[in-house]
């Protein structure tokens, strides 16, 4: 059996505030987590949790993924934007140029995400978060489509994207040129073992696809780390 996508996981510098920030913006319900984590959940089960962990990791650069939120119409968007403004986002300019309709905000630990404009074909019917964009190569989507066992929605130009059979949201990679990486990602993908299934033969799995042991122990907290083709951290996590 193939690991789950469990959660997408940010180390927050305060977890409770950023996840009452997310909370609100999505309209998610906020829960606390077995380990003391804090995370806010999917309405459907199509979703995955959004999990807020402690982390001290001074932010260096442009985050390697982030949110794009989807809109029903311009008013959509806008009051999606007067939302997280409210809650404490802030503008910021990542380069996008004048005539980009999206819109490009920090939550309040500095990570970016977007909201983009109504009428978007390849985030149509996604849901809010229609789409994770990730920094990173062609070979780093085909590992999580086989990883996961999601199909591969867009490969085309050295750009991927994959999604779950029940549909949600899209995981998108968007080629070279792929910026170094500098420290440890501030968000991380999260797996889920099935309760059939056993830690070295997944992780046998996952190193055959191209992911790399890191040699370190996960601990008490049940969560082991790997890392993907292009470095990013994940982490595997027992049954539940």
């Known amino acids: 059996m193939t690991s789950q996508?469990?959660?997408?996981?940010?180390?927050?510098?305060?977890p409770r505030d950023l996840a009452l920030f997310w909370s609100g913006v999505l309209g998610w319900e906020l829960t606390h987590g077995p380990d003391g984590d804090v995370a806010v959940l999917p309405p459907d089960a199509a979703g995955f949790r959004i999990r807020f962990l402690p982390g001290q990791e001074p932010k260096t650069g442009r985050n390697r993924a982030h949110f794009d939120?989807?809109?029903?119409s311009p008013?959509?968007?806008?009051?999606t934007?007067?939302?997280?403004?409210?809650?404490?986002?802030?503008?910021?300019d990542v380069g996008q140029l004048p005539?980009?309709?999206?819109?490009?905000?920090a939550d309040p630990d500095g990570n970016e995400f977007c909201v983009i404009e109504s009428g978007n074909e390849f985030l149509a019917d996604t849901g809010l978060i229609g789409a994770l964009a990730c920094d990173g190569t062609e070979e780093v989507g085909h590992f999580w489509s086989e990883a996961l066992r999601?199909?591969?929605?867009?490969?085309?130009?050295?750009?991927?994207a994959i999604q779950s059979p029940d549909g949600g949201t899209k995981i998108t990679w968007g080629g070279p040129p792929v910026a170094p990486k500098t420290g440890t990602n501030r968000l991380h993908f999260e797996l889920a073992l099935p309760a059939d299934?056993?830690?070295?033969?997944e992780a046998d799995r996952l190193v055959s696809l191209g992911a790399k042991r890191t040699g370190v122990s996960g601990g008490d907290s049940g969560r082991e780390p790997m890392l993907d083709p292009d470095g990013n951290e994940f982490f595997v996590r027992g049954p539940r």
């Open 150 to 160: 999601w199909p591969l929605v867009w490969d085309q130009d050295q750009e991927t």
């Open 5 to 14: 996508l469990f959660a997408i996981c940010f180390n927050a510098t305060r």
């Open 81 to 92: 934007v007067t939302r997280a403004l409210e809650l404490g986002a802030k503008h910021i």
């Open 197 to 201: 299934a056993g830690w070295e033969a």
């Open 99 to 105: 005539e980009d309709e999206h819109v490009v905000l």
């Open 75 to 79: 008013e959509d968007q806008r009051r």
């Open 69 to 72: 939120l989807t809109s029903a």
